[in-house]
T-cell receptor, first 112, second 112 residues
């Protein structure tokens, strides 16, 4: 599983509160991604990183921000959580070939 | 924008039958086409992939075909077994591109 962990694995929060999800990898992979998975939508890219402090937006980035201060950690922040952000969040990495994606175990987030 | 369409969204087969899942991509520059399998409650994992310089690839009971002209690629599972029951995602990416575009997924049920 490419040594990728996510924390927390489950979280329940209230609308309007900030939430930070963490992705940690031990593979020294350069590229890291955050996806959300919702029924009927597959995996949609939120943000990605192509190096330390190098990040860019994906297709569903509104309401999310990211930071990457170290190669091994990629943080996803919901500044003010909304019910539409209830989802399962997956972190992924790719190695030098930028091809195969290795996924973390996922974080199930419920915003009440 | 870039898009990958996947059909069907749900597929039910009898054990021992074959299953076929089809995808169409929009970006003609795409040259890498992976397939991921996601079991219930688990992370997506790569099961097979194909590059644009190859028309077909097999790995035991699974095979993938690619038609670059039509921008179609398909996953074929023969002699299906109950443990093949899962959600399958197709995806497309291109060399030097940071993003992988995923299809919406196909939920495969294999009835014993």
């Amino acid at each position: 599983d490419a040594g990728i962990t996510q924390s927390p694995r489950h979280k329940v929060t209230e609308t309007g509160t900030p939430v930070t999800l963490r992705c940690h990898q031990t593979e020294n992979h350069r590229y890291m991604y955050w996806y959300r998975q919702d029924p009927g939508h597959g995996l949609r890219l939120i943000h990605y990183s192509y190096g330390v402090k190098d990040t860019d937006k994906g297709e569903v980035s509104d309401g999310y921000s990211v930071s990457r201060s170290k190669t091994e950690d990629f943080l996803l922040t919901l500044e003010s959580a909304t019910s539409s952000q209830t989802s399962v969040y997956f972190c992924a990495t790719t190695g030098g070939d930028q091809e195969t994606q290795y996924f973390g175990p996922g974080t199930r987030l419920l915003v009440l | 924008g870039e898009n990958v369409e996947q059909h069907p969204s749900t597929l039910s087969v009898q054990e021992g039958d074959s299953a076929v899942i089809k995808c169409t991509y929009s970006d003609s520059a795409s040259n890498y086409f992976p397939w991921y399998k996601q079991e219930l409650g688990k992370r997506p994992q790569l099961i097979i992939d194909i590059r644009s310089n190859v028309g077909e690839k097999k790995d035991q009971r699974i095979a993938v075909t690619l038609n670059k002209t039509a921008k179609h690629f398909s996953l074929h599972i023969t002699e299906t077994q109950p443990e093949d029951s899962a959600v399958y995602f197709c995806a497309a990416s291109k060399t030097g591109g940071f993003k992988t575009i995923f299809g919406a997924g196909t939920r495969l049920f294999v009835k014993a």
